[in-house]
């Protein structure tokens, strides 16, 4: 593995691990506010993005970088992103047993804790 991929799979990490921070927060409001199975729900929305970051960073990361493969992997992690986002969100939504709200929520705090890393992680 060259420095570039072993930096990249760093960064992912860190990325990862800024929206599950951020999903914590979320879930601990809907644990006072709404229950234990709130909380889960914030928890399996959060988790979901957090791996689709990495299952993006790994299939990036997993080529060489000449301009052609960098670009092919650019695109089949994001194709093997959003396949495994919107697979995990329909089944937590129909056979997980979650609150649809909490579930979203935690979604889009793992989203924003992205955002967050990227300007934390320059």
Not at 30 to 58: D, M
Not at 94 to 105: E, H, K, N
Request: glycine share 12%; hydrophobic share 65%.
């Amino acid at each position: 593995m060259n420095v570039t991929a072993r930096r990249g799979k760093l960064l992912a990490l860190k990325f990862a691990a800024v929206q599950l921070a951020t999903t914590g927060a979320a879930a601990l409001v809907f644990l006072v506010l709404s229950g234990a199975n709130a909380a889960r729900s914030a928890v399996a929305g959060g988790l979901i993005v957090a791996l689709g970051t990495l299952v993006f960073a790994w299939r990036l990361f997993a080529t060489d970088w000449p301009a052609v493969s960098a670009a092919r992997g650019f695109y089949a992690g994001e194709v093997l992103k959003w396949i495994w986002v919107v697979g995990a969100f329909a089944l937590a939504l129909t056979r997980g047993g979650m609150d649809p709200l909490p579930l979203l929520v935690g979604l889009l705090v793992a989203q924003s804790g992205f955002w967050v890393a990227m300007g934390i992680f320059k």
